[in-house]
């Protein structure tokens, strides 16, 4: 029998949070919902970037309307692993989403700053509606009051990596949600 080699990105997790299994099954079951919720109508997604971009991805080849897509940007001044101020956000979106059903898609929920903000920009540019998905949820860092209407996983207060989740840009490919090994910390990647 051949031995099963380790998957080498994983050396760098403490514990894997949420495996690779775990989230493919948990998205197509968001992906159910959204459609249910959305048929038949004329959806646009938003998703915030760079975070979002491989839960998106993978959320949006399960969704079954010719709904459209567009990006934001949005970024706390991170120094390492904590998120200090407010959020930045850089609006160059290219749809007009005046009268327009949005789904604004972000990988973790953590303060509420972020999609706060952003949501307050899209109902100000005349967005019908706001939904909101994310793939984490940290309820016990909450900030400012609010709730996702999709969320995939509510996880402890700690500090999480991949699936599009970074620690200074890096890690953000790493299949599964993993908490970080001390000592990649401790380099200053
Ligand atoms: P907020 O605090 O505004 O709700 O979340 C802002 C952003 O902080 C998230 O979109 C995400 O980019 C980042 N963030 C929050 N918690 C974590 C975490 O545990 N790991 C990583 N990599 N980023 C996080
Ligand atoms: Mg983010």
Redesign the pocket.
């Known amino acids: 029998m051949p031995q099963k080699k380790p998957i080498p990105e994983l050396k760098h997790l403490d514990h894997v949070l949420v495996s690779e299994t775990a989230i493919k099954s948990r998205v197509t079951a968001l992906a159910e919902q959204i459609n249910k919720a959305y048929r038949g109508k004329d959806l646009t997604v938003i998703a915030?970037v760079n975070?979002a971009i491989i839960f998106t991805a993978d959320l949006l080849r399960q969704m079954r309307s010719p709904l459209r897509l567009d990006c934001i940007r949005?970024s706390?001044y991170h120094s390492g692993?904590a998120?200090t101020g407010k959020?930045v956000i850089i609006d160059n979106l290219k749809l007009d989403i005046a009268g327009h059903d949005v789904l604004l898609v972000?990988?973790?929920?953590?303060?509420?700053?972020?999609?706060s903000a952003v949501r307050e920009l899209l109902v100000a540019k005349g967005a019908k509606s706001v939904r909101t998905c994310v793939l984490l949820d940290?309820k016990a860092?909450r900030?400012v009051p609010f709730e996702a209407e999709y969320v995939g996983f509510e996880i402890p207060n700690?500090?999480?990596?991949g699936y599009g989740?970074?620690?200074n840009e890096h890690y953000r490919n790493i299949p599964c949600i993993g908490v970080l090994k001390r000592k990649y910390y401790a380099g200053g990647i």
């Open positions: 915030i975070g949005a706390s692993t998120a959020p972000d990988d973790i929920l953590d303060t509420g700053n972020t999609l940290k860092r900030v700690e500090f999480v990596v989740l970074d620690f």
